[in-house]
T-cell receptor
Framework: KQEVTQIPAALSVPEGENLVLNCSFT??????LQWFRQDPGKGLTSLLL?????REQTSGRLNASLDKSSGRSTLYIAASQPGDSATYLC????????????FGQGTTLQVKP | GAVVSQHPSWVICKSGTSVKIECRSL??????MFWYRQFPKQSLMLMAT?????????EQGVEKDKFLINHASLTLSTLTVTSAHPEDSSFYIC?????????????FGPGTRLTVL
């Protein structure tokens, strides 16, 4: 059964810092992994989708990596800004090819000006 | 990415009433949609898989008679919370599943906030 864990649960950094959010999953037989952003009281915004054949994806200041063998993914945010403050969720497919997504508990990021 | 809409975006109802939430895939036909629930300060929990033309598949612990799902067409799934109670107050999010056979992705709706008084 797929389980997804995110560390840390919360993170507070000064503006301008580079930071790394971690995601681990127990079932490495995944076809992709997705990172989302969620602002308070809002829905999900898809940030990056990494296919199983890829090792990383980049979008602007965001870079996500995927290591299936170790069951880990990281989201790297460069030169953080106050506008990056949000909860970041990673999601991996559930065990078996059902299309289900299993979400981690999220990392709540606060970037202080 | 593809667009998925939900209606209503928020709803307040009295205890004991039923509430219907619609999820529409605007850009592609989705034979499979998913319904998630999110309580405050918690992550998304999958409730059920909605399959066009067949019965929904519910996750363990989710009451199928309370959360009725109808996937009437390839672009519409509905979730009806029957006899709602305050503990059903939550943020409900749907997603539409797109697959090319090789690549798969879920596209999420903006969510519906349900408050039961």
């Amino acid at each position: 059964k797929q389980e997804v864990t995110q560390i840390p649960a919360a993170l507070s950094v000064p503006e301008g810092e580079n930071l790394v959010l971690n995601c681990s999953f127990t079932d490495s037989a995944i076809y992709n992994l997705q990172w989302f952003r969620q602002d308070p009281g809002k829905g999900l915004t898809s940030l990056l989708l990494i296919q199983s054949s890829q090792r990383e994806q980049t979008s602007g200041r965001l870079n996500a990596s995927l290591d299936k063998s170790s069951g880990r993914s990281t989201l790297y945010i460069a030169a953080s800004q106050p506008g990056d403050s949000a909860t970041y969720l990673c999601a991996a497919p559930g065990s078996g090819n059902t299309g289900k997504l299993i979400f981690g508990q999220g990392t709540t990021l606060q970037v202080k000006p | 990415g593809a667009v998925v809409s939900q209606h209503p975006s928020w709803v307040i109802c009295k205890s004991g009433t039923s509430v219907k939430i619609e999820c529409r895939s605007l850009d592609f036909q989705a034979t499979t949609m998913f319904w998630y629930r999110q309580f405050p300060k918690q992550s998304l929990m999958l409730m059920a898989t909605s399959n066009e033309g067949s019965k929904a598949t519910y996750e363990q612990g989710v009451e199928k008679d309370k959360f009725l799902i109808n996937h009437a067409s390839l672009t519409l799934s509905t979730l009806t919370v029957t006899s709602a109670h305050p503990e059903d107050s939550s943020f409900y999010i749907c997603s539409a599943y797109w697959t090319s056979g090789i690549y798969n992705e879920q596209f999420f709706g903006p969510g519906t906030r349900l408050t039961v008084l």
